[in-house]
Protein backbone atom coordinates (compact mmCIF):
# COMPACT_ATOMS: atom_id res chain seq x y z
CA UNK A 1 0.00 0.00 0.00
CA UNK A 2 1.66 3.45 -1.19
CA UNK A 3 2.37 6.27 1.78
CA UNK A 4 0.15 8.60 1.75
CA UNK A 5 1.12 12.08 0.62
CA UNK A 6 2.22 14.49 3.47
CA UNK A 7 3.29 17.89 3.70
CA UNK A 8 5.53 19.83 6.69
CA UNK A 9 4.25 22.30 8.73
CA UNK A 10 5.93 24.66 10.79
CA UNK A 11 3.91 25.49 14.31
CA UNK A 12 4.63 28.18 17.06
CA UNK A 13 2.85 26.85 20.55
CA UNK A 14 4.05 27.63 24.32
CA UNK A 15 6.71 25.99 25.89
CA UNK A 16 4.71 24.90 28.75
CA UNK A 17 1.91 22.97 25.70
CA UNK A 18 5.35 21.54 24.06
CA UNK A 19 6.62 20.01 27.33
CA UNK A 20 3.00 18.39 28.23
CA UNK A 21 2.78 16.69 24.93
CA UNK A 22 6.50 15.31 25.20
CA UNK A 23 5.78 14.10 28.85
CA UNK A 24 2.14 12.50 27.89
CA UNK A 25 4.03 11.07 24.94
CA UNK A 26 6.69 9.35 26.66
CA UNK A 27 4.62 8.10 29.25
CA UNK A 28 2.80 6.51 26.51
CA UNK A 29 5.98 4.80 25.46
CA UNK A 30 6.07 6.93 22.54
CA UNK A 31 8.61 9.01 20.71
CA UNK A 32 9.52 11.89 18.98
CA UNK A 33 8.11 10.87 15.72
CA UNK A 34 5.23 10.06 17.14
CA UNK A 35 4.30 14.16 17.50
CA UNK A 36 3.39 14.24 14.31
CA UNK A 37 0.34 11.22 14.26
CA UNK A 38 -0.81 12.61 17.46
CA UNK A 39 -1.26 16.17 16.19
CA UNK A 40 -2.65 15.00 13.12
CA UNK A 41 -5.04 12.94 14.99
CA UNK A 42 -6.12 15.62 17.59
CA UNK A 43 -6.81 17.74 14.20
CA UNK A 44 -9.18 15.52 12.40
CA UNK A 45 -10.83 14.95 15.89
CA UNK A 46 -11.32 18.97 16.64
CA UNK A 47 -12.43 19.16 12.71
CA UNK A 48 -15.09 15.97 13.44
CA UNK A 49 -16.35 17.27 16.76
CA UNK A 50 -16.21 20.93 14.95
CA UNK A 51 -18.62 19.72 11.93
CA UNK A 52 -20.53 17.68 14.91
CA UNK A 53 -21.31 20.71 16.73
CA UNK A 54 -22.18 22.78 13.80
CA UNK A 55 -24.76 20.16 12.17
CA UNK A 56 -26.35 19.68 15.92
CA UNK A 57 -26.48 23.81 15.87
CA UNK A 58 -28.38 23.50 12.43
CA UNK A 59 -30.64 20.85 12.77
CA UNK A 60 -31.73 22.01 16.33
CA UNK A 61 -35.30 23.09 15.58
CA UNK A 62 -35.94 19.66 13.86
CA UNK A 63 -38.40 17.24 15.28
CA UNK A 64 -36.45 14.12 15.76
CA UNK A 65 -38.82 12.13 14.21
CA UNK A 66 -38.49 14.55 10.91
CA UNK A 67 -34.51 14.72 11.37
CA UNK A 68 -34.56 10.73 11.71
CA UNK A 69 -36.56 10.86 8.20
CA UNK A 70 -33.79 13.01 6.79
CA UNK A 71 -30.95 11.09 7.86
CA UNK A 72 -32.99 7.96 6.58
CA UNK A 73 -33.28 9.05 2.80
CA UNK A 74 -29.93 10.52 2.55
CA UNK A 75 -28.77 6.84 3.41
CA UNK A 76 -30.73 5.24 0.90
CA UNK A 77 -29.94 7.84 -1.96
CA UNK A 78 -25.80 7.02 -0.71
CA UNK A 79 -26.65 3.31 -0.61
CA UNK A 80 -28.52 3.41 -4.48
CA UNK A 81 -25.59 5.64 -5.80
CA UNK A 82 -22.77 3.44 -4.79
CA UNK A 83 -24.95 0.00 -5.30
CA UNK A 84 -25.41 1.62 -9.25
CA UNK A 85 -21.62 2.27 -9.24
CA UNK A 86 -20.30 -0.87 -7.99
CA UNK A 87 -23.09 -2.71 -10.89
CA UNK A 88 -21.66 -0.35 -13.52
CA UNK A 89 -17.82 -1.69 -12.48
CA UNK A 90 -19.02 -5.20 -13.12
Known amino acids: M ?9 ITWSK ?8 FLG ?11 FV ?5 WRIF ?12 DVPPDNLQDLIDE ?4 VRAK ?3 ERAERS
Do not use: N
Open 2 to 10: PEPATTRLT
Open 16 to 23: DADFALRS
Open 27 to 37: AQGMKKGDISK
Open 40 to 44: EEAVR
Open 49 to 60: HQTVREAREAFA
Open 74 to 77: AVED
Open 82 to 84: RYR
